[in-house]
């Protein structure tokens, strides 16, 4: 009777304890999403109990529908963690084995013999990364494109990270099961806990609480991110779910309910890299161990993780490119051990200080564009198609404490130079410029083809951002708008054969001819084309 006093004592005096926490987090998802830097939802969990749960901002942006608990978001390379539990659950059952040769089930395969399902699940196959649905498309065509490459290391030598391997396991865990990979994860993890909002072919999904992903998202317009034609990239990142079903995994996976101890044991310990085990990340951060796997695609980020020193489990799911999970995710730490946080605020900002950044910038040879749209501060140029900034001073801003942008202004105050540090601790200085982004268009359906450089297009100064080719040759085949001549900003067509959207389809040309091609960027945000046959 006195220990189960004891308990009740204990369980009484969390509860401020819980609601305390939830009262900050929430205070900081409200600043996040005032100034339209989260579309989302978020489950925060201490010892297996949800302390706080909750959506933002749209799941149909043009409807303003809101998210909520129940809002369904792609997970993308989260996926790898199912993928990997299916596997070690098929070795559990005697049906497979982690030290099977990739010639067992591909007997061609070069090296096969040397490349073990352990290597597939831990990155250290050596089989180089390929994501592009056009060679992902199945089995056969797979198979033979990675037939075709050299491996990037010895097998089991290095980690580098593979969604081919990915991409393979999911082949291999049909050849096994004789079902295909979809139904084996539903048949082994989704049904079994009940994770009924989770899934595959997410293109296919009529449920009302799912979330269209974004490229930009604001109160007053929208752009879609690239929709993938196929269930596109299968076992290495094609699944949908909810901060709730995620949730369920996350409570099973921990009790051993799925899988056994040992088995889990074995999942999250580093194979060769020192973060990584089979499908599963083991980061250790600020001295505790953080066991999950995040992902990321056009429109999606999601990030699932727990602490086991402390029963934490953090699960943060978006349905926007430009939403601040990278700054979010610590903050939600911080706030969860009691330590020194700070919320987004516009008090100390001055608005019209911040418009006098906007511009481009060039550092050590590489342009950066600034752009304040809709009150969202967006960076392009570089190796980055689109990031959000979030002002820290009038001439701070930063994408993640590791990531900033230090502007200096001269004695006039007009901004002159600017600092930037990378991830990777680098520092590179530049100035700002009075030149303009090079559109251009590359691909086969140019005379050029898929080089190294790109055919410019022509602009009129009366409308600077409106670029074109007037009765230019082109010939049958696929095409892209390029930014600057690198491949880091560039747009194609969506799978609605319309829109625009980035690192999307290729444009075709269907017949050889002279066309007028149009790019409008008058709206940074929603890019405008048309391609037409010439009129003589």
């Known amino acids: 009777m006195k220990s189960i006093l004891a308990c009740l004592i204990l369980l009484l005096a969390a509860q401020p304890v819980f609601s305390q926490k939830a009262k900050q987090l929430e205070q900081l998802f409200n600043a996040y999403d005032k100034m339209g830097g989260f579309s989302g939802s978020v489950l925060v969990a201490e010892k297996g109990k949800i302390i706080f749960e909750k959506g933002y901002g749209y799941r149909n942006g043009p409807k303003k529908d809101k998210n909520t608990n129940n809002s369904l978001y792609r997970v993308f390379s989260t996926t790898k963690m199912f993928t990997a539990t299916v596997i070690l659950k098929l070795e559990e059952e005697g049906k497979l084995s982690l030290n099977d040769k990739l010639s067992k089930y591909y007997p061609t395969f070069p090296k096969g013999d040397n490349i073990t399902i352990a290597n597939l699940l831990s990155h250290t196959s050596g089989i180089p990364d390929e994501t592009s649905s056009e060679n992902t498309v199945n089995e056969e065509i797979l198979m033979k494109y990675l037939a075709s490459k050299p491996l990037d290391f010895s097998p089991g030598t290095q980690w580098n990270y593979s969604n081919s391997g990915y991409y393979i396991l999911g082949h291999i865990i ?8 979809d139904k084996a994860i539903e048949n082994y993890i989704l049904k079994p806990l009940q994770m009924n909002n989770s899934g595959f072919h997410f293109n296919e999904v009529t449920d009302e609480n799912k979330a269209l992903g974004y490229e930009f998202l604001s109160d007053k317009m929208s752009n879609e991110a690239l929709r993938f034609k196929t269930d596109h990239p299968f076992a290495a990142g094609a699944m949908y779910s909810t901060v709730g079903d995620i949730f369920k995994f996350n409570e099973a996976f921990k009790n051993y309910k799925i899988l056994k101890k040992e088995t889990v044991e074995k999942m999250i310990t580093p194979y060769l890299n ?19 796997h995040d992902g990321g695609g ?4 999601s990030r699932y993780y727990r602490i086991p020193e402390d029963d934490i489990c953090v699960i943060v799911q ?11 995710v610590p903050q939600i730490e911080d706030i969860l051990y009691n330590r020194p ?4 605020t516009n008090k100390n900002i001055n608005l019209q200080e911040l418009k006098k950044l906007e511009g481009t910038y060039i550092a050590d040879g590489t342009k950066y564009y600034i752009n304040i749209i809709d009150g969202q501060i967006i960076l392009n140029g570089g190796n ?19 990531f900033t942008f230090t502007f200096q202004p001269d004695k006039t105050g007009k901004i002159e130079n600017i600092t930037i540090h990378f991830f990777d601790g680098s520092v590179k200085t530049g100035k700002k410029t009075n030149t303009t982004p090079v559109w251009g268009i590359i ?11 790109d055919i410019p297009l022509q602009t009129d100064t009366q409308k600077p951002n409106v670029y074109f080719l007037k009765n230019y040759k082109m010939k049958k085949g696929g095409f892209k708008f390029r930014c600057d001549n690198r491949w880091g900003y560039n747009f194609g067509l969506n799978n609605d054969g319309k829109s625009i959207a980035i690192e999307a389809y290729d444009f075709q040309i269907e017949e050889d001819g002279m066309y007028d091609i149009v790019f409008d960027m008058t709206n940074k945000m929603i890019p405008q084309y048309s391609i037409k046959k010439s009129v003589l």
């Open 174 to 181: 049909k050849k096994v099961t004789g079902t295909d990979y």
């Open 274 to 292: 020192d973060h990584y085990g089979f499908g599963c990340d083991t980061s250790i951060i600020n001295g505790k161990k953080r066991i999950g």
């Open 298 to 301: 056009p429109g999606y980020r």
């Open 318 to 328: 978006s349905n926007y490119n430009l939403s601040f999970t990278e700054m979010i």
């Open 341 to 344: 946080y700070s919320i987004p």
């Open 384 to 402: 980055y198609a689109r990031l959000p900034l979030l002002p820290i001073t009038n001439t701070k801003l930063q994408f993640s404490e590791k």
């Open 443 to 453: 691909g086969d359906a140019t005379p050029a083809g898929w080089g190294e450089t």
